[in-house]
């Protein structure tokens, strides 16, 4: 089975069409890169998979299931938001979402603590989880992400833009640790970025969102001159060295 | 003081009051909602007014009216890009709604006064019962909807994405907030319930590291705030709005103070 599988799919955001007849289908265990510029319909993308945009035309399929009850195999990193925590730890952070869906008291039983325990340890983050959120630094925090999205054991990771703000360094650290957790426990990915070069030696498709369409194949198939052209109707010269790749308007 | 009827009924009203401001302070914090609670109470105002002017209990049209606003801000406050303007308009139509039935209504200025300062010493054995049972209820709701608020108000984007409803937990966390607001006033007035919502909760919210000692504290600030304003206006004959609102705004000051010279000592030590 599929993880996703699209088929005419058309995406509205309130009455403005953000992909339309989208086609594809993404097998089990891949990395996938979503490359598109901001505005590109990414996200809208991304949340139209987690269900909370809904299909307006067409059929989408993620894991055989609709959108709303797949929800469930998937572990989801949005976008980063400024979200002021005070002075809660990380930990606190992280249990707030366990059953956070359900209606009740947030009390967690010993199995919760051992899953939490467990996410955390896979990504050396026990230490960092028992500080103030507010004292960590961005990669800090995207490695709690990444620990909470593996807390419900997940078939598939989806990260919205998870490295911008993130130096470099701290950007090859967690894209590491996504990539040693995909082997690990042979998970699908799917990041979505506006910078594909941290991306080209880890992933084995790119999803290229552009002008309504979307096109996924290889990195040598889609991040071509031609195929980008024509994708955003727009002149593109696409120059490759050895380890990056840029992608600059042609006059 | 424990001698007189009117006195204990005060610091049981107070009592009441302060533990489910407590935990509701929080979360305001929390949800960056804290405005929020302070527009309920000025809505209330028009409520109050237009009851006491229909000769119907204040309390009640209080309740309505920051009720129905507490659900008209949760519907549309997630659409709205900044929902201060939108919560500041409804809160200005309001007194000003408020100072119109004001105008008509002539008799009894010292009830309006109450309504506006407070006047916990006026509480009577029935407004302790409809305090009881609006703590009641509000602890009962508390009990099923803490979980998704938490949820909702540290990661709404992921709580969105697990199927959370983010408009239904704000309707009726907002809802839940325009009932504790209204009794709130009973103790501080409509114009100072800031200082008993939210004063003992920024305290806790900035100094705990978990949620749970977040609240107790938020709770425990709540309760001595109100039961210290009302053993102090016992002592000075000063009014026990002024003496919530100053414990309020020192504790906050001090603990403030207090933070930054811990985590500044805490920063400039040698890590281990």
Not at chain 1, 107 to 126: V, Y
Not at chain 1, 233 to 248: A, Y
Request: with cysteine; hydrophobic share 50%; charged share 15%.
């Amino acid at each position: 089975m599929n993880v996703i599988e699209c088929h005419d799919l058309d995406i509205k955001r309130g009455s403005k069409l953000i992909l339309s007849q989208l086609n594809l289908e993404i097998g089990k265990n891949q990395f996938i890169g979503i490359f598109g510029p901001n505005g590109s319909g990414k996200t809208t993308f991304i949340k139209t998979i987690m269900g909370i945009i809904p299909i307006h035309q067409g059929q989408l399929n993620v894991f055989g299931l609709s959108p709303s009850k797949a929800r469930q195999f998937i572990g989801y990193i949005p976008q980063a938001r400024d979200i002021n925590t005070f002075r809660l730890t990380g930990r606190n952070f992280l249990s707030a979402g366990i059953r956070g869906y359900k209606f009740g008291l947030p009390f967690l039983n010993k199995q919760d603590s051992s899953r939490i325990d467990e996410a955390l340890d896979q990504l050396q983050a026990k230490k960092l989880a028992e500080k103030p959120l507010e004292e960590l630094s961005g990669g800090q925090r995207q490695r709690l992400l990444l620990a909470q999205a593996l807390i419900e054991n997940p078939k598939l990771i989806i990260l919205d833009e998870p490295f911008s703000n993130l130096d470099p360094k701290w950007t090859l650290s967690i894209l590491n640790s996504i990539k040693t957790i995909q082997r690990q426990r042979s998970l699908s990915v799917l990041l979505a970025t506006h910078d594909l070069n941290p991306l080209l030696p880890i992933i084995d498709y790119v999803l290229c969102i552009g002008n309504k369409r979307a096109v996924l194949g290889t990195i040598d198939s889609i991040m071509t001159s031609s195929v980008l052209s024509d994708l955003y109707e727009f002149p593109l010269n696409v120059i490759r060295t050895k380890e990056n790749l840029f992608v600059i308007p042609s006059f | 003081m424990f001698s007189l009827e009117f006195m204990r009924i005060a610091f049981m009203a107070s009592g009441i009051v302060a533990l489910i401001t407590g935990p509701i302070g929080y979360f305001l914090l929390l949800r960056r909602e804290a405005f929020a609670g302070h527009a309920l109470s000025h809505v209330g105002f028009a409520g109050a007014t237009g009851a006491s002017l229909m000769g119907i209990s204040p309390l009640i049209g209080l309740l309505i009216f920051s009720l129905m606003a507490g659900i008209l801000i949760g519907i549309i406050g997630p659409e709205l890009k900044n929902k201060d303007i939108a919560i500041g308009l409804v809160l200005s139509a309001s007194m000003g709604l408020g100072l119109l039935f004001l105008h008509f209504y002539t008799r009894y200025a010292a009830q309006i006064t109450s309504l506006l300062f407070g006047n916990i010493f006026a509480v009577d054995q029935k407004t302790l019962y409809s305090l009881a049972f609006l703590s009641i209820f509000c602890y009962g709701v508390m009990f099923f909807l803490t979980r998704p608020l938490l949820f909702s108000s540290l990661q709404p984007d992921l709580a969105e994405a697990k199927g959370l409803s983010l408009k239904l937990i704000s309707v009726i966390f907002l809802g839940l907030v325009a009932c504790v607001t209204a009794a709130c006033v009973q103790v501080t007035g409509i114009l100072l319930t800031f200082s008993l919502m939210i004063g003992p909760a920024a305290v806790a919210i900035h100094s705990c590291k978990t949620i749970y000692k977040g609240i107790l504290l938020s709770i425990l600030f709540a309760l001595l705030e109100a039961w210290g304003g009302i053993a102090l206006a016992w002592f000075t004959d000063w009014p026990v709005s002024f003496w919530i609102s100053f414990l309020s705004f020192s504790i906050y000051i001090s603990s403030f103070l207090l933070i930054k010279t811990l985590v500044w000592f805490e920063m400039s030590s040698p890590q281990n």
